[in-house]
């Protein structure tokens, strides 16, 4: 990629970034799911198995009589081509029957797939180091996080002081939302991916005009200039996505994030003079200095509610402004592999999801992937240990840390 030219200003008023603008897609393909929610599909086109992941193989486009594979054109009639209905399918003479365990499965619901093969996101993603998967959420998850989140049409509602995961089912669905977990994993090349924290739902309020804000950062584990968690550069392996979910639309008005697009590619920190996000948040930065830049070399994407914008975490980007009434809600959430310590310890908030209601309201194929992504371990010669905080020795490094704190 070309130098980023460094600017030679501090950060200002100036807000005129180069607008990506996601659209609606107008058609949608679709999963045709086993009532433990995996996936039915094919490789070869001729032999129908059921699948715990989706990429390609399991990626139907509707037709009059039923459904056609994407890939191989196979052609299945069925009872019912309609989205969210129960169907029965036939190959030829053949009825379509899987077994799932010691279960004989032969009807399967008709669910909202992507608008784009899974293996097309992926070439996008390895080539620009992000890509949006446009609408991938069902209406039922969008409108399940947006009363969560207290927005959109819920935005009179009171939140419930309770972990997201255990209030509803659509915060644990969009977690295991299945192409953003696939191309996370094809792109960091493991298949062993965590949560970096648990999953929350924020709501971007009005701007003040005063109130300090974000600056330009990388995400966990980077956090070049703020952190310095991993080392710059960090060498070929990616340690970490970033999955930011679009609960609302996000518009330029309402505060849709900006990023420099490509400067994963840099292996570089956001240069300072653009307001980096460990001096924009201390007290003062904004009335001496202004905003974060937002200039021309900006790039803010705006995407409809529902879409998944999956980026390198070394993406440099800051939370855009909302200059609207509505508030803005989003689910940030860092993904990283298996090796990596974790940003939060997530055991509290999958144990309250293990005795919710909503854990009772999703899939099987939901709760493995909820267990998978947020139970950290250590898999060992000792054996197989799940990973939590210890309070003592938190404790003790607390203390040992004030200590030292204290000698100057
Ligand atoms: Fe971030």
New binding site residues.
Partial sequence: MPAIKRLGTVPSEEFCPNIVSIPRPTKHFRYLNTPSGDWLGTNDGENLQVFGHVDDAAIWDVTDAGFKHVVSGLELSATSNELNATCRLRSGNEEVTVTEGDVLVDEFTIEHGPELLPSSYLETLNKQGWVSISCILPDSVVDGLQRVGCVDAYADRTPVRQTPLAQDPSVAQVSAEPISLWLTREYMKTNDIRLGHSPGISALTRDDGTREVQGW?T?FPYLWGTGDRIPVPSGDLVLGM?RNVCVSDFTRENGATIFKLGSHASNEAPPEEWGISNHTYRKGFRAEYGLPYGGEESDLIEAPAGTIILYDARTW?RAGMNMTDHRRGAI?QAIVPGYIIPFMDTSQTVKSFLASDAFNQVTERVRKEIEKLMVHKIAGPGGLFAITTDEELTQRVREQRQAAASVY
């Fill in positions: 950062h995400d970033q980007h940030i």
